[in-house]
């Protein structure tokens, strides 16, 4: 079983950048995918990001026009998520997200995911 802890988010200006991490704390990290999401207040959970078990393929949706991007360290069992350019609108909590098996048509899947973190708060100010 993994357990998921965010971390990173906080406040920040308009068009600066932050590092969200995801730490798991099971033995089994490099059998998931794993998938950032992101909610924002009064609107449904979204797909932001989504990484495969080596880390050899990364899944994004195609609003992000290369603005974030996804890592991981199977050896440090954690995930990244950098944000660069961030805008108002990506104020959001962010929740790292792991699933045994995704495709690129199921990965915006949540039902896929089997263990979600508890968020991490990110919030852009003009």
């Known amino acids: 079983q993994e357990q998921l802890v965010e971390s990173g988010g906080g406040l920040v200006q308009v068009g600066g950048t932050l590092r969200l991490s995801c730490a798991a704390s099971?033995?089994?990290?490099?059998?998931?995918?794993m998938g950032w999401f992101r909610q924002a207040p009064g609107k449904e959970r979204e797909f932001v990001a989504a990484i495969s078990r080596s880390g050899g393929t990364q899944y994004y949706p195609d609003s992000e026009k290369g603005r974030f991007t996804i890592s991981r360290d199977n050896a440090k069992n954690t995930v990244y998520l950098q944000l660069n350019s961030l805008k108002p609108e990506d104020t959001a909590v962010y929740y790292c997200?792991?699933?045994?098996?995704?495709?690129?048509?199921?990965?915006?899947?949540?039902?896929?995911?089997?263990?979600w973190g508890q968020g991490t708060q990110v919030t852009v100010t003009p």
């Open positions: 099971g033995r089994t990290f490099s059998s998931y995918n």
């Open positions: 997200a792991a699933a045994r098996q995704i495709t690129t048509v199921t990965v915006k899947r949540q039902s896929l995911y089997d263990y």
